[in-house]
Structures are given as structure tokens and as C-alpha cells.
């Protein structure tokens, strides 16, 4: 939405800029309206449009909003307007903003510069290099809302104490646009020093000026730009299979047992029962139920050291189910024993081996060889153990040699199942539940 309001403000479409801004905030996410915060400024006071940004506006709220309200508060049976419930939790409340994830101001340093490498080294620089070379731009009023739209979303949530790459999400379409306008003010600034040389030269050596009129000043300054827009996208297609490499274990100990049919074979094997997977400290790595042959299977969690809120069941399909309030749910991240089976209920078990993080609360299943059948097993990056370039990136023969793999395992208990169907007992009993989660916090800023 961001790419389809800033685009349509620069083909001067500014009822379509007006719209998809409100789209992106009332539908998605209120915070995204700091994306069109200069563009109101242009239209209104730059260009005196307001009575057409203020009918846009309004007609925006009217198709956007009252179905949007109408909706949820059908399923909810009760008034919600939900852009609002977001701001009063996440603003006005004093549990919203730092409840959790809390991280430095160079969280987001640090994350461009994995994402965008170069070009949000660009992006940093585009406002000092533009303006050092303003003389030279035709659209230098249009750089400046672009680059001005980057900075303020990335200033105000520099301020937040809650910090995830996802928040930066709605900038992400602008950091390549202003990491251009850097490396295209850079062959400018070039090329002006280029011709302060000249002068100089002129006045003190005929023999440097003759050499610097003989250099295909062009040529160069193009040959820069293209080396720098080549390497950023070889450090970003680096930074992909680094990804592909470290982080792909979790989807592949379901990938092969699914290709050679191993968890069709457990429903086979267990007839009617239902067949419950368990995830201890890997719980935020389960990549969704989708990934299972069946409803036959049940994921739940077990305990381990992390004490905060996890997910809830969706409960079982309810006509009115939205317009009960769920138990056993707080906004506070707290823990919440009812989200625990006990390990004695768990058909299978997914972990991650890290023997430096062995512990009472996380053992190694995988060595209780009498209970645990390690069926299968990929690797996993252990970052901590790493090396933190070779990690991040990958370099042909050099990566494998500075990194550290650990096994990260999909293991079927050893005992025989008993017959009949069974549920996961739960340690405190939620009532009846579905087969996939819902995020806590979400319900409860819902």
C-alpha cells in the first residue's frame, strides 16, 4: 500500500494516494498513516487541495470503515472498532509498547543493514548527499517527500522500546527508492568534484588537466553506480542462502517425513487415534498445522524455560465461538499453565539439540534413548557459536568453516500407543479446543 500511495501521489493521482493510505491504516495497521503524513502536507498546503483531500478522506473512512466495524462487530457481538482498540492498547495503556521485545535503538541499524545491506547505507546518506547536490535534480522536492516519509517512520519507531522487523514492513517498498537517490547523488557529487578539479587544475598544472580531460569521467561514475547496485544485490542473494542454509530446519524434518510418507504411515499405524505433537522451547518455530498430513494431529506445548503467554487453541467450530470471550487469557504476557500437556501425552516431540542450553526445564530428549526415536533430523544454525559475518552472509567455502550447526530433531516416543482415540490432556483444562493456535495478544487487543 505504501508503493501504491506514494506512486500514485507522483503520477499526481492523489485521490488514489488518499485512499490507499487509509486502507493501509484502517485495514492493516493504524501507525501505517505516517506514510501519507507528507502527502497530506503537499496536497493541503503545498498544492491547496484540501477540500478534495478532506472528501477523499471521508469518503475513504465510509468504504473502508463501516464495513470493517460492521464485520467485527457481527462476529463479536458487540461494538468494536478495531484501528482504535490497536491505538488505545498500544498508546494509551501502559502495558502496550514494552511489554516485551524491547531492544536497543541499533536493533533497526542492524536490521537494514542485513535486509538492504548497501542500499540502507544509501538511504542514510541520501538526505545529506541530495541536498549537497540539490543543483543537480530535477525532482528534488519529490526526493524529499520520499526520503522524509523514510526518515520520520523510522525516527518515530527508533523511539519505541518494542522493537521487530516487522514494524519497518511499511518502509520497506521506499529504503530501494532512497537508497537510489543516494548512489544517483553520489555520481553527482562525482562528477562536481570532477569539474572542481578541473578548475583547479586548470589554474596549477596544465599537465593534470590534460590527464583528467583524457579520463571518460562518464563512464567511470556510471561503472560506480552499476558496481554498487551489482554488489548490493550479490550481498543480498548472500544473505538469502545464509537464510536458506541456517534457518530451514524446522520446515525440513516435515518436508522429508512427508515425502516418504512417514507421517502418513503414523496415521495408518494408530488407526483412529489422534496423534499429538509436542514442542517445548522451539513452541515459536512450529510453521503451522499445514504442514501436517491431517487433522488427526493435535500440536500442543510442554513446559520449558520460557515463562511468558503462549499461543491458544482456536476453539472447535462454533457458530458463535468469536462472540465468547476465551479464558484463560491475559494481556500481560503472563504465563498460563493451561497451555502445557504433560510429555507423558506427547506422540512425538520436535526440539532443538544445543548442549550448551541443557537444563532441567530443556533437557536433551533426544539422549533418553529408552523414550525417544529420533526419525528426523536437520541442521540448525547455532548463532551464538557462529561467526557473526559468516552467519549472517554466506561465502562460498568460507561460511561452513566459521560456522556451528546444531541438530534440530523430529523424534517419535518409544512405547506402544494404547488403542482407542485419546486427546492431549491438558494441565489445566481450556475446555473444548480446534487444531491450530491464535496469538493472545492479538485477541486481547482485539
Not at 105 to 116: P, R, T, V
Not at 258 to 272: A, H, I, S, V, Y
Request: aromatic share 16%.
Amino acid at each position: 500500500m505504501t508503493a501504491l500511495a506514494v506512486g500514485a501521489w507522483l503520477e499526481e493521482l492523489y485521490e488514489l494516494s488518499i485512499f490507499a493510505v487509509a486502507l493501509s491504516s484502517i485495514l492493516s495497521w493504524p501507525f501505517a498513516a505516517l506514510t501519507g503524513l507528507l502527502i497530506a502536507v503537499d496536497v493541503v498546503i503545498i498544492r491547496r487541495r484540501l477540500i478534495m483531500f478532506v472528501s477523499w478522506s471521508f469518503i475513504s473512512l465510509l468504504v473502508i470503515m463501516l464495513p470493517l466495524v460492521y464485520i467485527d462487530s457481527s462476529h463479536y457481538n458487540k461494538w468494536v472498532v478495531t484501528p482504535w482498540n490497536i491505538v488505545k492498547y498500544n498508546i494509551l495503556s501502559s502495558k502496550g509498547p514494552d511489554l516485551y521485545g524491547t531492544e536497543p535503538w541499533s536493533f533497526y541499524a542492524i536490521n537494514g543493514l542485513l535486509n538492504f545491506n548497501i542500499m540502507f547505507l544509501m538511504t542514510l546518506l541520501s538526505p545529506i548527499l541530495t541536498l549537497v547536490t540539490w543543483k543537480s535534480h530535477l525532482t528534488l522536492y519529490e526526493k524529499f517527500i520520499i526520503i522524509g516519509t523514510t526518515f520520520i517512520w523510522l525516527g518515530v519507531f527508533l523511539l519505541q522500546p518494542h522493537k521487530e522487523e516487522r514494524f519497518l514492513f511499511p518502509i520497506f517498498p521506499l529504503i530501494p527508492i532512497c537508497g537510489a537517490f543516494g548512489i544517483d547523488s553520489l555520481q553527482h557529487l562525482i562528477l562536481k568534484l570532477y569539474s572542481w578539479l578541473l578548475d583547479i587544475s586548470d589554474k596549477k598544472s596544465k599537465q593534470v588537466t590534460k590527464w583528467l580531460i583524457t579520463r571518460d569521467i562518464n563512464t567511470w561514475v556510471n561503472a560506480i553506480g552499476f558496481f554498487l547496485i551489482i554488489t548490493s544485490s550479490l550481498i543480498g542473494c548472500s544473505r538469502v542462502v545464509a537464510l536458506h542454509y541456517g534457518y530451514r530446519a524446522p520446515f525440513d524434518v516435515f518436508f522429508n517425513l512427508q515425502r516418504d510418507g512417514t507421517l502418513q504411515k503414523f496415521e495408518t499405524d494408530f488407526g483412529n487415534n489422534d496423534l499429538t505433537l509436542c514442542y517445548g522451547k522451539e513452541w515459536y518455530r512450529f510453521p503451522s498445522s499445514f504442514f501436517l498430513p491431517s487433522t488427526n494431529w493435535n500440536t500442543r506445548f510442554i513446559k520449558s524455560s520460557f515463562k511468558g503467554q503462549l499461543p491458544s487453541l482456536y476453539p472447535a467450530f462454533d457458530p458463535e465461538g468469536t462472540m465468547r470471550l476465551p479464558g484463560n487469557m491475559n494481556d500481560l504476557n503472563s504465563e498460563e499453565p493451561s497451555r502445557y500437556v504433560a510429555l507423558t501425552e506427547c506422540d512425538f516431540l520436535v526440539d532443538l539439540i544445543d548442549e550448551s542450553r541443557i537444563s532441567v526445564e530443556e533437557p536433551n530428549y533426544a539422549a533418553i534413548t529408552e523414550d525417544w526415536n529420533v526419525i528426523s533430523e536437520q541442521e540448525f544454525i547455532n548463532s551464538q557459536k557462529s561467526h557473526p559475518i559468516f552467519r549472517a552472509f554466506y561465502i562460498p567455502f568460507l561460511s561452513p568453516q566459521y560456522t556451528v550447526y546444531d541438530r534440530y530433531v523430529f523424534m517419535e516416543r518409544r512405547r506402544k500407543k494404547k488403542s482407542g482415540s485419546r486427546k492431549a490432556k491438558v494441565i489445566v483444562n481450556p475446555g473444548k479446543a480446534g487444531k491450530e493456535f491464535s496469538d493472545d495478544l492479538d485477541d486481547a487487543i482485539l
